[in-house]
């Protein structure tokens, strides 16, 4: 496959648009942002990032590795653009900031390499691609949609993780007991299913996307299927986002899990046993902040008997980041764990037996962090506490 | 910076907190306004210790030293113009003590504001100064700068609040002035010295300041005023009638589109002015309270008061208060804001005068602030990268702080002179008072490290 030039790669016109002008160094993005409220560093805030950005723009700062670094120290997780009183598009800053990193060779080795894996093998993992429905193998009842069926409502776009890391299989094997016990028309992609190309646009690389993007959709419509179901928010970004743009009249209705099980409950396609915890939910920022989907799960959550729900102090658009965002635990993996502290000590604060996110990353992140706090908190996805409460 | 000073830097701190890069170098060369300057070097200690033998190091070989905090001062206190050391506190940032019995909350000088004000009031206790910057800007800084917010009409700014400093002077010596004594005039009120001093006397280190109880009730309203003279004239009414409100905060027609661009909370568009208007104290005063302000604004011309019914329509509107000044980067790349206080009477006088060099400069100027103490914040928007612009906002400044003089005002309420207020200082203070500060300034630090060329012009 060959890299070329596509509305993938952010524009480094914007460098040229100035748009870093209309930061005027409030500092308020500083506060929220998890990467400084545990560095206390400016170069480690927005605003020092924006500066940076500006620098190199102005033709003050050369990039090197150094700038570099500071610029891929960064969750990615959007709460400083969300809340800039000056409409600073900080997400935007960062974005093209990368592309012109790759495009420099100063891309972080670790990023360079995910690159190639996921351009040469299709998935992040570098695993042999057909190797994808490995945790389809040890149901007790092998899912349906495993075999490809003629006229088909749904595809289940899996993802990488979930398909090729062991703790997050759980994942999809709730997804799909939960669709077949609603009798949803199914099917998964198998081989097939080729990266959905995220951690190749957000480190700077998405010109390699492209034709992992075509692909995908072209076997979905393959299948006949209207609907894409995604369980990884970051997935559900790209393909809702991203995906049009590159292949216009894509003609698919793109669907969070949070969504689909929310239409299944409230058709009462699902019977549910009753639930009597305190649970708490976490924004995923990919589905949250970025994607605007906020009520799906929590209609999700309040439609199971005797969940009591409680929302963190800083919950919908002010959710802050598990700490697996932004490909920052690559870089920095003692960062990222320390952010997940703080964000389980905000989920302790409420009270919650539960805390459940809906993304395997939040879920792996913080379950990580609940361990190592010894946090007397259950973590789980969302589609397991479906699969948990389901009558069958 | 040669490399043994650097080393030595080092090893006080730790080679990971002395900064010297060139990206850790423009990203200590600003605060909250559009100048800047790079430092030397940036350190940044963790404990008073620390700040001791890095100031020794600094005044042996005559190295400016310039602390901040978050590095959000809006009159560029905190900026290195002489480079040297930019020293930050923000790794300092621990709460020591909430002390119940005596009302009073230790911290060190790289704690949070909002922070700070967040873990007394989960012990049911009020720490009141409430800056615009509460979540941007550190407790050390306010302290450095007296740092008011809306709050202050009743409550009063941070030098009402303080009652101890630990300091590091310019030679690296430590001392603690003040206690948890209410009552203290053994020997000079150093800590009112400090308190303001912007950096110039001394680096604040730890800041212990006092609490109140957190009021019972409070009622917050919305007042829309067609006509902005009607609406400054009313702030002295409600004052005049015997009511203290708690806030009486004013939002000309620009910052209150500004803010509605950003925030979408159905602020209304097309008035001249609102005011935002705060009671507290228990249920039946905040009620009677509102409703006589109610009363007093429509009579002066307002057309509508809406008062917030929850705490979150409460916590709305000091948000959209709170974001006026971030929020006109949307218009114009650069913004400089004034912070100029005058007596209360002349109030209605001084927005006039505004409105007046405002036109006469042909600059678009933003008027909004803590109208209730008489301190507003004219914000000239501009484009800094336009020389003639430029000019015309330099002379617009000098008659905005002619207008507050001969008004019977000052310079700043509670931003601080910093540099960009220092050609202005004489007009002010007079030169005998300038002489009184030069000398404390000298007996403080002779050889003139701490953050030098702040405050006294030439």
Known sequence: ?392 | MNEQLIEELQNIVGPEQVLTSPEDLICYSYDGTFTEHQPDVAVLPASTGEVSAVLKVAYREGIPVVPRGMGSGLAAGSIPFSGGIALSLTRMNRILEIDHANMMVIAQAGVITADLAAAVEAEGLFYPPDPASIKHSTIGGNVAANAGGPRCLKYGVTSDYVMALEVVLADGRVFRTGGKAIKNVTGYNLVQLLVGSEGTLGVVTEVTVKLLVMPEAKRTALVTFPRLADASRAINAVLSAGILPATLELMDETAINCVEDYLHIGLPRETEAILVIETDGDEANARRDIEAVADICRQGGATEVKVAATTAESDELWRARRSVSPSLGQKRPNKLGEDITVPRSAIPEMVARLKEISKKHDLTIVIFGHAGDGNLHPNILFDRRDPEEWERVQQAVGDIFAAAVELGGALSGEHGVGVLKRPYLEMNLGPIAIDVMHSIKKALDPKGILNPGKIFPG
């Open chain 1, 1 to 392: 496959m060959e890299a070329v030039s596509t509305p993938l790669s952010t524009s480094t016109k914007l460098f040229e648009d100035e748009k870093y002008l209309r930061c005027i160094r409030c500092g308020l993005c500083s506060y929220t942002c998890p990467v400084y409220r545990e560095l206390l560093v400016e170069t480690e805030a927005p605003r020092g990032k924006v500066a940076l950005v500006r620098s190199v723009g102005e033709g003050q700062l050369e990039p090197g590795q150094n700038y570099a670094r500071k610029i891929y120290h960064c969750l990615q997780c959007n709460i400083c653009t969300e809340l800039c009183p000056s409409k600073v598009e900080i997400d935007e800053l960062m974005d093209a900031a990368r592309v012109d990193l790759a495009a420099r060779g100063l891309l972080p080795s670790a990023l360079g390499q995910l690159g190639e894996i996921i351009f040469t093998c299709c998935n992040i993992s570098g695993d042999d691609n057909s190797h994808r429905l490995i945790w389809a193998e040890n149901l007790e009842r092998p899912p349906q949609g495993v075999k490809p069926i003629e006229q088909v409502e749904i595809v289940y776009f899996v993802g990488c993780v979930s398909s090729f890391f062991p703790m997050s299989y759980s994942i999809p094997q709730a997804l799909v007991e939960i669709m077949e016990a609603a009798e949803v028309s199914y099917t998964l992609l198998g081989v097939e299913e080729w990266c959905c190309g995220y951690p190749l646009l957000i480190s700077g690389q998405g010109d390699k996307a492209e034709a992992m993007i075509r692909h995908n959709v072209a076997q979905v419509k393959a299948s006949r299927a209207s609907r894409v179901v995604v369980s990884c928010p970051s997935c559900y970004h790209i393909w809702h986002h991203t995906y049009p743009q590159v292949v216009e009249d894509m003609g698919l209705e793109v669907l969070h899990d949070t969504e689909l099980l929310a239409e299944l409950i409230e058709e009462g396609r699902l019977r549910l046993k009753e639930f009597p915890e305190t649970v708490t939910y976490h924004d995923p920022c990919d589905l949250g902040r970025k994607s605007g989907l906020y009520d799906p799960p929590r209609r999700v959550l309040q439609g199971i008997p005797d969940l009591r729900l409680v929302e963190m102090a800083d919950s919908r658009q002010n959710a802050r980041c598990c700490g697996g965002g932004g490909n920052l635990e690559t870089m920095d993996p003692a960062l990222s764990e320390a952010i997940a502290a703080r964000r389980v000590a905000q989920a302790l604060c409420t009270g919650a037996r539960y805390l459940v996110s809906a993304c395997q990353q939040c879920k792996r992140t913080l379950a990580g962090a609940a361990r190592r706090e010894k946090a007397r908190l259950r973590v789980m996805d969302i589609t397991e506490l479906v699969a948990r409460v389901m009558v069958n």
